[in-house]
């Protein structure tokens, strides 16, 4: 676990953007499906409270910090991530890096009609990517199965499920063993960022880890949720130092 740090229980990979990509291009040539998972502070707070979902984010085969507040954890417990790795920027990296070649992706999640635009985007901005399907995140539990098998007969090699925290990680997990596809990546409220129907922080923010403040400024009703990063900075400070650095 040298390469991994213990933040609350939750064993999140020291990687930046590029060394998350290249993973994941790996696991391309890998038998299996290889789950990817990327927890900010709220989300490894929930695991904190919760052993079963901390199970499922520990079962990943890789796990980034998307949000400073994982970073500055890291520093606290004296085993520093570089830098914040967010899925949306790691999605962006692989589709980069696939575009043009025989890998392709099915969208998954978001409301009625945002993975079609998605595709639209996505197409522009990467000549030559093979978006296999799409499929919105508004479905009943027993459409689940069928939504499995889609994806499987469109042989999509990456699965991006933005069906937003816990629920995508959990879903994932859950269908691990029916999921024909090499990679499957939660990444929350990406399909509508690519979709332009959701604006991300300006460069400025995200590069200062102020994306957090963005966001409140542009919702002020989020400030209760907000109120979550304090909290877990103090857990953290006060208990993290109880979780072993080496498994």
């Known amino acids: 676990m040298k390469d991994k740090v213990n933040i609350l229980g939750v064993w999140v990979d ?53 949000g400073i507040g994982v970073v500055y954890a890291s520093k606290i417990l004296g085993k520093p991530i570089a830098e914040r790795a967010a899925g949306y920027d790691i999605a962006c990296e692989v589709l980069e890096r696939i575009k043009g070649t025989s890998h392709s992706v099915f969208l998954f999640g978001g409301k009625p009609g945002v993975a079609e635009i998605a595709e639209e985007k996505l197409k522009e901005r990467y000549p030559g990517l093979v978006i296999a ?23 999509a090699d990456l699965v991006f499920v933005c069906l ?70 103090l857990t953290v400070l006060f208990k993290g130092r109880k979780f072993k650095q080496e498994d």
């Not at 691990?176 to 409220?189: F, S």
Request: aromatic share 10%; charged share 25%.
């Open 14 to 66: 020291m990687v930046n953007i590029p060394r998350a990509a290249e993973k994941i291009m790996q696991f391309f040539n890998e038998e299996g499906l290889h789950k990817v998972y990327t927890p900010n502070s709220e989300i490894i707070m929930a695991a904190y409270k919760n052993n079963e979902f901390r199970d499922v984010l520990n079962n990943a085969e890789l796990l980034t910090a998307d």
């Open 164 to 233: 937003g925290a816990p629920k995508q990680e959990l879903w994932i997990d859950k269908y691990k063993d029916k999921l024909t596809a090499k990679v499957a990546m939660g990444i929350g409220g990406s399909l509508d960022v690519f979709a332009g129907t959701a604006l991300r922080a300006p460069e400025f923010y995200c590069k200062h880890g102020l994306e957090w403040f963005y966001r409140l400024m542009k919702q002020p009703s989020r400030a209760g949720r907000m109120l979550a990063l304090p909290k877990f900075g």
């Open 133 to 155: 399907g799409k499929r919105n995140g508004y479905f009943k539990p027993e459409d689940e199965e069928d939504i499995v098998n889609e994806i499987n007969t469109t042989g």
